[in-house]
């Protein structure tokens, strides 16, 4: 992946989650894929993926696995008599856990994780997540006294991460290691003394210490709706106004200080990065705290109660914030911050975001006007005989502009009327569709209606069919034969997979119905339940390249035969990648892209000895670079990039080929 590419996605991706995080959305877990031929998934609100499996275990001799909704809230899991979590699949992750001196280190929390993004991207992860209502898991284990540590029966997955936390060591994390379905997957965490970060908090006007102030150091995207706290670190001042951090992570930080009767201040963008030698000092001068005072009330003036306040100034180098809830009758007061000029939030299930911009805290009782948002009435019935629908799933979806695809959702229930009835609110002025989902039924949607601002849009429609089906067989291109356990996936016709639109998930747009199957022993497929739509489909075994097939019709009540598709072996690519000094580098990420942008699904890792190999690769041009391990890497964001860009090279690769590909990381 190009470094332009790379700052594209990140660009986008801050961009995107402004956009996505401007109106609420009322979250329902999705469902998971289904093993087995020919059958298929339930499909979420957005056309998102995940994969669910239950994990055996009574809650008392066998470990289960965590599920938690965003903001996410670790649960320790249970730990069976031979330390090992069981359940569906022979796999598991085998690591240990190393100090600096490359002695085994016990005592070690290590979570088990499951995110696309790398670590600093984390927080926006977690954001779009809440948006999409994903539930992220999570296992929990303790190194032993030889620093191992191990998870077992794990779904299969690219995106898994293990954060690994003690005491004594910054917070370290391992990303983007592959999960098989089969074998074990060997991981080495290496724990580092990290940064210290230091100082004194002083009166600004009297220059004497501050004790009992609170800092807390986060991720610079800790602040955004939905965002997660991971890795935060906090600390009071003494007698003398002093503070102290111990293993500060490399990285862009944002510090926070605050004090009874003081203006609260934030530091944006504090940067560790290289070796951690020295400390690094930051003191602070409060002034004494200001309040804003108002009150939040609707057009016709009656309060509104319970509505959360947020305030925040707008200096870059550092900031003011607070945060309030309005009272019975509609009053509120924000203390504790900073002369300036600030930005006032308020929000309130039932009403529209209000932003009030170059609010000054001397400005007399500040009133905020919030004005009531607009909802849904209508009914679910089924297509063949007008009957209702009395159980299902009614999401209301955006409708861009002059566009035909269907956005995120941004309200949602579940419904069991014996009318078919449903009624959803919190939307603002715009276009939408409600997608309905039921038992027996695909995925449909209703015609585009408008909402007005406060207005209530009614006699909305969804006639529930059965949808159309993709069906086909898979076999080997060179022997015929036919190929068992091959995953078939559903898309968009012009879905492209790559980190980003896979962290997105279901706020994609698109019309589709998203499911996955297996083929049978005789190589069959039947994807049923779908949408009417144009669709891709993508094929993915263990032992071939990926294969996509692109616009493909379904009708309503109508299969599609894609008849026999013929996988062909891939290239098979190994070499050893190098340090600038010649030496090889033990776990270094290899990249593998396409010149379309497409990555190479699996992720890359070298071995002890800096060896890599990459199977089943594509016939074609490809990209390969590599990054140095994260621990050396740490601390500079630009770090992986200029990485990739110095050991960047072209290849060319055929079906079958078997091809040695070193690469050098230099100065």
């Not at 009614?458 to 069919?465: F, N, S, T, Y």
Request: charged share 20%; proline share 5%; with cysteine.
């Amino acid at each position: 992946m190009k470094p332009v590419f790379v700052l594209g996605l990140v660009g986008v991706a801050v961009a995107a989650l402004f956009f996505v995080l401007i109106q609420p959305v009322d979250p329902t877990p999705p469902g998971g894929i289904e093993d087995g031929p020919a059958v298929t998934t339930e499909a979420d609100p957005g056309g998102s993926r995940t994969t669910d499996i239950d994990l055996a275990g009574d809650g008392s001799s066998q470990p289960q696995r965590i599920e938690s909704a965003p903001p996410v809230t670790e649960r320790a899991a249970v730990v069976g008599a031979d330390g090992e979590y069981t359940g569906s699949y022979n796999n598991g992750i085998d690591g240990i856990v190393l100090d600096a001196n490359d002695q085994p280190l016990a005592d070690v929390k290590l979570t088990l994780i499951k995110h696309r993004m790398a670590s600093q991207f984390a927080p926006i992860e977690a954001a779009f997540n809440q948006q999409a209502g994903v539930q992220r898991e999570a296992w929990s284990a303790v190194s032993d006294a030889s620093g191992k540590f191990r998870f077992t029966s794990l779904e299969p997955s690219l995106d898994y991460a293990v954060v690994a936390e003690h005491e004594s060591y910054s917070r370290t994390e391992r990303t983007g290691f592959k999960v098989s379905a089969e074998g074990e997957t060997l991981v080495m965490v290496k724990m580092r003394t990290g940064y210290i970060l230091q100082g004194i908090v002083m009166d600004d006007l009297t220059g004497l210490p501050i004790a009992g102030a609170d800092l807390v150091l986060q991720s610079v995207f800790a602040l955004l709706p939905g965002a997660s706290s991971e890795g935060e670190l906090t600390a009071t001042t003494d007698e003398q106004g002093r503070y102290r951090l111990l293993n500060v992570s490399g990285g862009t930080r944002n510090l926070t200080v605050t004090a009874p009767g003081y203006g609260s201040r934030t530091r944006n963008n504090l940067l560790f990065s290289g070796s951690p030698v020295e400390p690094v000092n930051q003191d602070f001068r409060l002034a004494e705290g200001l309040c804003l005072r108002g009150r939040v009330v609707a057009p016709d003036r009656t309060p509104i109660a319970d509505v959360s306040i947020e305030a925040t100034s707008y200096e870059t180098a550092q900031v003011s914030r607070g945060s309030a809830r309005s009272d019975a009758n509609g009053y509120f007061e924000i203390c504790d911050l900073a002369e300036g000029t600030f930005m006032v939030i308020a929000r309130v299930p039932g009403y529209s975001d209000q932003r009030l911009t170059r609010v000054q805290l001397s400005d007399p009782d500040l009133q905020i006007v919030m004005s009531r948002q607009g909802g849904v009435i209508g009914t679910v019935v089924a297509a063949a005989d007008q009957q209702p629908v009395t159980e299902f799933r009614a999401m209301v979806r955006a409708v861009a502009p002059g566009s035909a695809v269907y956005g995120r959702t941004v309200s949602q229930s579940k419904f069991n009327d014996p009318e078919g009835r449903f009624e959803l609110g919190g939307l603002e002025p715009g276009s939408y569709v409600v997608q309905a989902e039921a038992a027996g039924f695909a995925p449909t949607y209703s015609e585009t209606f408008v909402v007005s601002q406060g207005i209530v849009t009614a006699d909305v429609r969804v006639e529930l069919g059965q949808g159309g089906a993709i069906a086909g067989r898979v076999v080997d291109q060179s022997t015929g034969e036919p190929l068992r356990g091959a995953k078939v996936s559903t898309f968009d016709n012009g879905y492209i997979e790559n980190p980003f639109t896979q962290m997105l998930g279901g706020l994609v747009p698109r019309t589709t119905t998203d499911r996955t199957v297996k083929t049978d022993a005789d190589g069959n497929f039947r994807i049923e339940k779908l949408t009417a739509a144009t669709y891709q489909i993508q094929i993915d075994h263990s032992d071939y390249p990926r294969t996509q097939l692109k616009d493909i019709q379904v009708r309503e009540g109508t299969t599609t035969d894609k008849a026999t598709i013929r996988l062909r072996k891939g290239a098979t690519i190994r070499g050893v990648v190098y340090d600038a000094a010649g030496s090889p580098l033990a776990d270094a990420r290899v990249s593998l892209a396409s010149n379309q942008q497409i990555q190479y699904p699996n992720q890359i890792r070298t071995d002890a000895d800096g060896r890599f190999l990459i199977a089943n690769v594509e016939a074609g041009s490809w990209t390969m670079s590599a990054v140095r391990p994260i621990s050396e890497a740490e601390g500079n964001p630009f770090g992986p990039i200029i990485d990739m860009k110095k050991s960047e090279v072209t290849i060319m690769v055929s079906a079958g080929q078997e091809l040695t590909q070193n690469l050098t990381i230099g100065n």
